[in-house]
């Protein structure tokens, strides 16, 4: 079978599991099961983009192990094929807010010790714009810019609902005056999407999926966006954080608890507006019982802005369905 003929065969297949950005499909060939990797032509780009995925698994592989393995790249028309990893997504036993295996958590902490372990020289190359070494504000401004850069093109058609969800008109105002104050720390390369859908765990080990996010930045940010997207109780977030500083070479970690939660505001305000629009156009299509689902979903994620803007988290549901009733009706 040609690549030609993989990548027909997953377009016609009815089951895939599809991020915001491709399709992955599970295909069997006469030498095993390989996952084919399509982006989605139509996906709103609301994340910051650095490299193409391909380089970024050529990096890392001397480095790090549990990661999909390259297998073909193809310009026209765009596909990857990784090979297929068995197990099951960490989401799918262990979902956001719930427990995680203590052995998943020392993964976690082994990846990101490897991956500052990774020299520059080694890494794709990066922009003239993009922030130098150690320059952790100008990294979180460029991660606020995208977020500003985002609420900009949304905004004239999304402005009632914004209102009536208490976003406010200058949504970034709040850290914007923070970001000199990041204490500076060598870049490293980030995942920068680790959450429980791009974790497989098999045979008492977890592999790590869906590097298109990967980013040259603060390592600060890893473990800051890592705690947004995982949603830990906050027994293991605790746990998680103390073997990230003892793990970890000490100038990567360096630092008040501060810069943290500088990062994670900003995710939590870059949430309550990106997923407000993806949201609203899953809504259309979406079945009764998935609907619930995400207008509960996203009641939280607008609270958990709302607390960082100091308002009174009290978005309930029931507002949020009436807000963005005009998506589905």
Not at 233 to 252: D, G, K, M, N, V
Request: charged share 25%; aromatic share 10%.
């Amino acid at each position: 079978m040609t690549w030609l003929e993989l990548y027909g065969r997953a377009l016609a297949a009815g089951e895939a599991a599809a991020g915001y950005y491709n399709r992955n499909v599970g295909v069997r060939t006469a030498d095993g099961k390989v996952n084919v990797r399509i982006p989605l032509a139509a996906a709103d780009i609301m994340d910051l983009r650095l490299w193409r995925e391909e380089d970024v698994l050529a990096c890392i592989r001397p480095y790090v192990g549990r990661v999909p393995e390259l297998r073909h790249v193809s310009e026209e028309p765009r596909f990857q094929v990784h090979h297929f990893i068995e197990g099951r997504v960490l989401d799918s036993f262990s979902p956001r807010g719930s427990l995680v295996p203590a052995n998943v958590l020392a993964d976690v902490v082994t990846l990101m010790d490897q991956l500052v372990r990774i020299p520059q020289e080694k890494a794709p190359a990066v922009p003239a714009h993009w922030p130098a070494s150690g320059d952790s504000g100008g990294f979180g401004r460029l991660l606020a810019g995208l977020t500003q850069d985002v609420y900009s093109t949304y905004v004239d058609e999304y402005r009632g609902v914004f209102a009536e969800l208490g976003i406010p008109a200058d949504p970034l105002a709040v850290v914007e005056p923070l970001w000199d104050s990041l204490a500076s720390r060598p870049f490293a390369v980030l995942h920068a999407d680790l959450h429980r859908k791009n974790m497989i765990v098999a045979d008492g080990v977890t592999w790590f999926l869906d590097w298109e996010l990967a980013l040259w930045g603060d390592p600060m940010y890893e473990i800051g966006i890592h705690f947004h997207k995982m949603d830990y109780p906050e027994e293991q977030r605790a746990s998680i954080l103390c073997q990230w500083r003892e793990r970890l070479p000490t100038h990567f970690t360096t630092g008040p608890l501060a810069d943290l939660e500088l990062y994670m505001a900003h995710e939590k305000i870059k949430s309550a507006i990106v997923d407000t629009v993806r949201y609203s156009k899953q809504l259309a299509a979406a079945a009764q019982p998935e609907r619930d689902f995400l207008i509960r979903r996203l009641a939280k994620k607008v609270n958990a802005a709302r607390r960082v803007w100091g308002s009174p988290p009290n978005l309930t549901p029931e507002r949020v369905a009436v807000s963005l009733a005009p998506w589905w009706e």
